[in-house]
């Protein structure tokens, strides 16, 4: 038989509970977290067999977020942990329709025994009835990319970022990958004390239950991975590190959206590898069409070419080339066009305020929603833990 695959959100007792289940034979924790949003996209990652949810969360949220758990991972049971001897919490159980309750703390003995007889119970059910699964929700890395200069890759970066985030609602990271000039936190307008080096000096030590820590959270719920603060610290970061660092955002981030530098350094290569999307980022000059054109024969020998989406930035300038002669030259179809607003760009970054969230009733904004839903797609349009998290889950 396989071994029964366990998640566990709980603010208090997670780390005691995993090394407790780990040590059965028939159990294996997927994961550990106080946090329920972390929780909620490891399982819809893992789909685990079993939910253990601690309910004594700050603000009261614990209902919101088993009723949540119960709705939207239906083949996984639910069992609600709690530190008080409460009647509301089976009196939630039921309503939610929690597998069982327990008390904490508990005995190893009893803790197992419960767990195992959910677990049998839960194959007997599997095995009557066939219940048909959701879709699977997708985890996406995205990487913006020019090998020119100027033409807005950050701005767009960070802004398609915050774009997917409003669209879904889901965890989305933005890792700025240019280690020797980045400005992706400073743009958004926060402060940050971590950074990839950070998490470069603990390579060996990460797993994806503290990837979070080495981010900083914008007002959005948006995670924000800074570069390092001196770029004499860029050398440290070697292409193993970013694709370890990669696929552990990856886990635990339904969007990763990572800002690549505007050159094509060895670092770059595991970031576009692991993307699903690589956008390209240009303007109407002869100059960047020159390079876009590089930077797409490029990805085709790479094997990418299906991977691109372009996007012409600042379109609307004077003496710019018109998008059908632009298209005819790449052989490739623009999939956004940015109007050109160099007052709200400049005033956003002054202000630290993202002109996505400064002008929401812009056309730029318009457009990089657009460009965001064509990367999201139509069947991963938020979900309920949203309105959970905003209420005070991280």
């Known amino acids: 038989m396989d071994r029964a695959t366990i998640l566990i959100i709980d603010h208090a007792e997670s780390s005691s509970l995993k090394e407790r289940l780990n040590k059965q034979p028939d159990f294996a924790v997927i994961g550990s977290t106080d946090s329920p949003d972390l929780g909620f996209t490891l399982a819809e990652r893992h789909q685990p067999d079993l939910i253990m949810l601690n309910v004594d969360m700050p603000g009261n949220r614990g209902p919101s977020v088993a009723e949540v758990l119960a709705l939207e991972f239906p083949m996984s049971s639910l069992i609600l942990t709690t530190n008080s001897d409460s009647k509301r919490v089976l009196h939630l159980a039921l309503q939610v329709g929690a597998k069982d309750v327990v008390n904490l703390p508990i005995e190893d003995e009893k803790l197992f025994r419960i767990v195992q007889r959910v677990v049998r119970q839960d194959q007997k059910r599997r095995e009557m009835f066939s219940v048909q699964k959701k879709e699977k929700p997708q985890f996406k890395t995205v990487t913006v990319f020019s090998t020119k200069g100027g033409v807005g890759k950050s701005t767009v970066a960070l802004n398609l970022a915050l774009a997917i985030r409003e ?228």
């Not at 980022?281 to 960047?288: G, H, K, P, R, Y």
């Not at 005819?328 to 007052?343: A, H, Y």
Request: with cysteine.
């Open 167 to 394: 669209l879904t609602g889901k965890r989305v990271a933005a890792v700025d990958l240019d280690l020797y000039s980045g400005n992706l936190a400073l743009m958004a307008g926060v402060t940050w004390k971590r950074s990839i080096k950070d998490m470069v000096d603990e390579v060996n030590n990460l797993d994806r239950e503290v990837v979070d820590a080495y981010c900083v959270e914008h007002p959005s719920g948006l995670k924000i991975l800074p570069s390092p603060t001196d770029p004499d610290f860029a050398g440290f970061v070697q292409p193993e590190h970013v694709h370890k660092i990669l696929g552990l955002l990856n886990e635990v981030f339904n969007y990763v959206v990572v800002d690549a530098p505007t050159y094509l350094h060895d670092v770059v290569l595991p970031a576009l590898e692991l993307s699903q999307e690589v956008v390209l980022v240009t303007t109407q000059d002869l100059a960047s069409l020159q390079n876009l054109k590089q930077s797409i024969d490029l990805l085709a020998r790479l094997t990418m070419r299906s991977k691109i989406r372009v996007v012409v930035n600042r379109v609307g300038y004077t003496g710019g080339l018109k998008l059908k002669d632009l298209e005819g030259e790449l052989g490739m179809e623009v999939q956004c066009v940015i109007p050109n607003n160099e007052k709200l760009a400049v005033d956003s970054v002054n202000m630290g305020v993202p002109m996505f969230l400064a002008a929401k009733n812009s056309l730029v904004a318009r457009r990089l929603s657009e460009l965001a839903g064509k990367i999201v797609g139509t069947g991963d349009r938020g979900h309920q833990l949203a309105a959970v998290s905003q209420s005070g889950g991280k």
